[in-house]
């Protein structure tokens, strides 16, 4: 069965406003050019105790979860550590995620013209980048070698993490998605059909929708109203989303029945 499939974004910064969030919207782009989607995401400002519990909550769950930010060494990142809590497992310094690390570090010592020492304080406090919870696997980070690592919890629960920087974090996931759940790719198996139906209220759609729902249970029906579109002004898009076949059944089932409305359309939609 395809995994449900979530994200966590971590950081006072996007919580404060002083950065905007990128991944929520990038992640669903990924998901959906592999016929993929999002089931649910959740935003955490720094605070250990409720990243802990969240990460608990996922890896208690089936669920396969992207998790941006606070993996880095710094004193408010808290990620690496609350996945121990969570998971129950002490940290540890992976050997792959060291070697890596070490490699960064002579590579920038080398583009700055200076000699790489490995003893150095500030050196040996990068390495704490590569602390994970005992057992975790790494993710390669392509941008600048630092990597990110994945657990799994007791009950199936499959976090990645990645750091927040976008620049890093997108090719991560998407290397994840790619070697790890290829086998889940639908790709050209899904399609939403919809109308714009214009000036109409949702009440008076919603028995027609849940019979559309009740008669195709392979698929999902939405609306989506808007008050103030420029073009179409107050409207609702009124659709169906699945697989093409009975979505194409259940789209015909809905124009069919709201031909018992007196409504004004708008253009049909598909995507």
């Avoid at 993929?36 to 250990?48: C, F, K, N, R």
């Amino acid at each position: 069965m395809t995994p449900q499939f979530g994200l966590i974004i971590i950081g006072d910064e996007i919580m404060s406003g002083k950065r905007q969030d990128k991944h929520l919207p990038k992640v669903i782009e990924l998901m959906t050019a592999r016929g993929l989607s999002l089931g649910w995401a959740e935003y955490i400002g720094d605070a250990p105790d409720r990243i802990t519990a969240t990460l608990k909550r996922a890896f208690e769950s089936s669920d396969v979860v992207f998790s941006c930010g606070g993996i880095g060494a710094t004193p408010d990142d808290h990620t690496r550590q609350c996945a121990g809590r969570a998971l129950g497992l002490p940290l540890a310094l992976h050997p792959e995620a060291k070697v890596l690390i070490q490699e960064r570090m002579q590579d920038t010592a080398k583009e700055q013209g200076v000699a790489y020492e490995p003893d150095r304080p500030d050196n040996i406090h990068r390495l704490n980048m590569g602390v994970f919870p005992e057992g975790a696997d790494i993710i390669r980070n392509p941008y600048n070698k630092i990597p990110g690592f994945s657990c799994v919890g007791v009950a199936g629960g499959r976090v990645h993490f990645v750091p927040g920087f976008p620049v890093m974090a997108w090719p991560m996931i998407e290397s994840v998605l790619d070697t790890q759940y290829s086998a889940h790719f639908r790709l050209n198996a899904y399609i939403e059909k919809s109308v714009i139906i214009l000036g109409a209220m949702e009440a008076t759609l919603t028995p027609l929708m849940e019979a559309i729902e009740a008669a195709h249970p392979a698929v999902k029906v939405f609306s989506l109203p808007s008050v103030d579109h420029p073009q179409w002004g107050r409207h609702i898009e009124l659709g169906v989303k699945g697989e093409p076949a009975a979505a194409q059944l259940a789209y015909a089932d809905l124009r069919q029945g709201l031909q018992a409305f007196s409504l004004q359309y708008g253009p049909e939609l598909v995507r």
